[in-house]
């Protein structure tokens, strides 16, 4: 089953990669709900739920809804600001019909459609059903459910206020570790868009992440068998170090798509042999070999269409590409009577990420 994200015609600057300060206390937030899924931050979780303040973790406990399964949609922004305080500004912004209707979807577990038409805010059945719903997960969901219908103005306020405290019990010094991080991959993702293309983005996002062969569809391997579409608004891709493994969509109607998918985690690898770490050196200390390389960053490149560039002759890029591919650095791959050469990503990474850059520039 798939979800799929109709991006037909939409240009690629339309594809935003961009860090979320409220979507990762979302993430830390379902960490604290849910530690069993995140067995490598199970320490970190108990070293804040024994620091909080009683009132802020029964403040956690009564709204837990919001993100122990799945997240409200108001809680992953489509624009993400510097800020929280920011962010949880426009979150103000939102009527009291989406932030009810986006709220009960996750506090009561129904159908989207039936929650929001008619409005259980002015239908008396409508409110009924939402209440029916919110009964039958137990009564901490009724509870807020009730409140949040009774009252959305002070259930809002609140909910803002509870996410605030949290900023100052322990998101914000979480936030400074895990920004720097988010910085880095945005750096990556945002490279790879720009000189190599939608495609390569995606596939660096997530294996669950793919485009389409005709390039009109995102296509999202996730439980759901939904489609929405990005036409008229576009695409935003909020990274989490926090919500590994889980990628998140918001994907209903009138909201924006957003995908918040895990950083990848570092991971120890066996050792790169001195000799291999010489041969990449070597190779890369040519300035001819460099070009080469940027051009090869842009997407896969002939011989023929190398020496064209940068006008040199075929027998002397092949040299230098043999150079290349011997350090490990490139592969390549023949289509029909043409042999294309790709840049080797991450190999190049783990020479440095300044290198990187300014290969990818």
Avoid at 56 to 73: C, K, V
Avoid at 80 to 104: H, K, Q, S
Avoid at 120 to 149: I, K, N, S, T, Y
Wanted: aromatic share 4%.
């Amino acid at each position: 089953m798939t979800l799929r994200i109709d991006i037909g015609g939409l240009p690629s600057e339309r594809l935003l990669f961009a860090a979320s300060p409220l979507a990762e206390l979302t993430a830390m937030l379902h960490v604290l709900a849910e530690p069993g899924h995140h067995p490598q931050l199970a320490d970190w979780a108990a070293d804040v739920w024994a620091a909080l303040p009683p009132e802020l973790a029964e403040r956690l406990r009564e709204a837990e809804f919001l993100w122990r399964s799945s997240q409200a949609d108001f809680l992953i922004p489509a624009r993400p600001r510097p800020t929280l305080a920011e962010e949880l500004d426009d979150v103000d912004r939102i009527d009291d019909e989406r932030y009810v209707t986006a709220a009960l979807v996750i506090t009561c577990g129904g159908n989207r459609a039936h929650l929001a038409v008619p409005s259980p805010l002015g239908d008396a059945a409508a409110r009924g059903r939402a209440l029916d719903l919110a009964q039958a997960r137990g009564p901490r969901q009724e509870a807020f459910a009730e409140r949040l219908l009774t009252d959305p103005a002070a259930v809002r306020a609140r909910v803002r206020r509870t996410l605030e405290q949290c900023a100052e019990a322990f998101f914000d010094a979480a936030w400074a570790g895990v920004a720097v991080r988010l910085a880095t991959d945005l750096r990556l993702k945002n490279d790879l868009l720009r000189h190599q293309g939608i495609a390569a983005a995606l596939a660096s996002v997530s294996g669950a992440v793919t485009l389409a062969p005709d390039g009109d569809r995102i296509v999202i391997d996730k439980l759901q068998d939904k489609a929405t579409s990005a036409q008229g608004t576009g695409v935003t891709f909020v990274p989490s170090v926090f919500g590994r493994p889980h990628l998140a969509v918001v994907h209903a109607p009138g909201w924006q798509p957003v995908v918040q998918y895990p950083v990848a985690e570092p991971t120890p690898s066996e050792p790169v042999p001195l000799e291999t770490v010489t041969l990449r050196l070597e190779a890369l200390a040519h300035p001819v070999r460099l070009r080469l390389l940027r051009t090869l960053a842009r997407g896969p490149h002939t011989t023929g269409e190398l020496a064209h560039a940068w006008e040199l002759s075929p027998p002397e890029v092949s040299r230098h590409l043999a150079v290349l591919r011997r350090a490990g650095l490139l592969t390549a791959r023949r289509h029909g009577r043409y042999v294309r050469h790709t840049l080797n990503v991450p190999d190049l990474t783990a020479l440095g990420t300044d290198l990187l850059a300014a290969v990818l520039r």
